[in-house]
């Protein structure tokens, strides 16, 4: 098993999806795609990744990169004046721009710029295997230099609901990016830092049972969920990318004193619920069978974390038999039961799961702070 399906299997194959449309966000309001169509050559965006106002790689990305001999090919076409496809980048709000489609190719001419490898397994340019940058025929590396490619910008001006989408759609790769593996590539700042800091926590990998991180962000998007859910709970409207993603920006560059806040109010969530279900938190109990799922729950995760989050340790340790009693018997509820999964509509399974499970804390004589925020029944 790969580290990728390994990351797949922890998650609960029933989990809910996210069945909002993204058109229903965006006719709400006028919006307009800003892009800043470019042809540079080669050596200006090399230019550009020196001076780092072009940035290949974000922070954290783990994504596959090209062996050699794939950027060896790519390098050859560019020789040969064959088409290369456009590469898309993000503009941010300081002007620096982000490569969101088009990194392994700017990453295979970047390496073999700086000598970091050698052609090899050319098919028309055979002559060439072997060779370094600086071991090329005279001529031949101005040839790549002054070859153009063709660069579309998405401006920082463009909605921010709309350039995700726009992000989203253009990921055609072999591999496309998954959603929070784009809010990683445009949304870089503390907050994203915090994630990576939380997302190494060894409390947080010895909850959910794992050894390595999933190389495509999935860990790190549990842990915006999170705080995104807590953030919007009173109001909640799918599609739950979007709100994410919103939450993602509206977080992205929050001081040290918010960071810091988010920091404990996570950890204190972790704690509790370690402390409440041990290494079952954030399964799903099966009453049949009288025992826990194996698989994490994502609409466990945030419901747990957030209702726990915010109790002092003392008062959950007294409570803690109580606390997972009165899960065990919710569980039997078909109505709670089917409000973890992809059954029922959205928002409606959203709150139903919030009351439910607010409501059997309520009726052990716990109080969460966060069932003072749930809008009532009827909004």
Known sequence: ???????????????????????????????????????????????????????????????????????????????LNLPIPPCFLAEDEDGTRVVVDGQQRLSAVDDFYHGRYALEDLEVLKDLNGKKWEELPPKMDRKILQRVIRILVISSHTHPDLRFIIFERLNTGATPLLDQEIRNAVLGGSFNDLLEELVNTDLFKEMLKINDLDSRLRHHELILRFFAIKANISNYKPPLKLLLTNHMRIERKAPEARISEMRAEFALGLKNSKEVFGTHAFRKFIPADEKYSNSVSKALFDLQMMSLCQLSPVSVSARKTDIENAFKALSADANFSESLSRATDHRSRFYTRQRKWLGALNSIGIQAPVADQLPTAEE
Not at 21 to 42: H, N, Q, S, W
Not at 46 to 71: C, H, M
């Open 1 to 79: 098993m790969t580290q990728q399906d390994e990351a797949e299997d922890i998650f609960d194959q029933e989990d809910e999806t996210d069945t909002g449309t993204v058109e229903e966000v965006l006719r709400k309001g006028e919006v307009e795609v800003y892009t800043i169509p470019a042809d540079p050559d080669v050596k200006t965006l090399l230019d550009r990744i020196e001076n780092k106002s072009l940035v290949l790689k974000p922070k954290f990305q783990r994504a596959k990169v090209w062996d050699e001999k794939k950027k060896s090919r790519l390098i050859e076409s560019l020789i």
